[in-house]
């Protein structure tokens, strides 16, 4: 069965960065688009960033110009690097792997 992990999550001040990693197992070594999403407190989950299996890769506009996903197919993992934090980005973060399986979040709290 597939199994997806986030880690990296933490407590950062403002301006601050964190990484966060994804580990994907039992996939089956299949290339496919992943993505991270978030879920602030009392809000929806939103998407932040996507990856195609070509490497494409599409942030929305709060996080654009802070944030970048990248993956190593290799290694089955996905990170999100997220620089310049604000305190708005406070959420659990989630990644998505195809179809419909999520990781158990990690927490991302921005504060002075």
């Known amino acids: 069965q597939v199994q997806v992990a986030e880690s990296g999550g933490g407590l950062v001040q403002p301006g601050g960065s964190l990484r966060l990693s994804c580990a994907v197992s039992?996939?089956?070594?299949?290339?496919?688009?992943m993505a991270w999403y978030r879920r602030a407190p009392g809000q929806q989950r939103e998407l932040v960033a996507l990856?195609?299996?070509?490497?494409?890769?599409n942030c929305v506009d709060s996080v654009r110009g802070r944030f970048t996903i990248s993956r190593d197919n290799a290694k089955n993992t996905v990170y999100l690097q997220m620089n310049n934090l604000k305190p708005e980005d406070t959420a659990v973060y989630y990644c998505?792997?195809?179809?419909?399986?999520w990781g158990q979040g990690t927490q991302v709290t921005v504060s002075s």
């Open positions: 998505y792997f195809p179809n419909d399986y």
């Open positions: 039992g996939s089956g070594c299949r290339f496919v688009a």
């Open positions: 990856i195609t299996t070509s490497g494409s890769t």
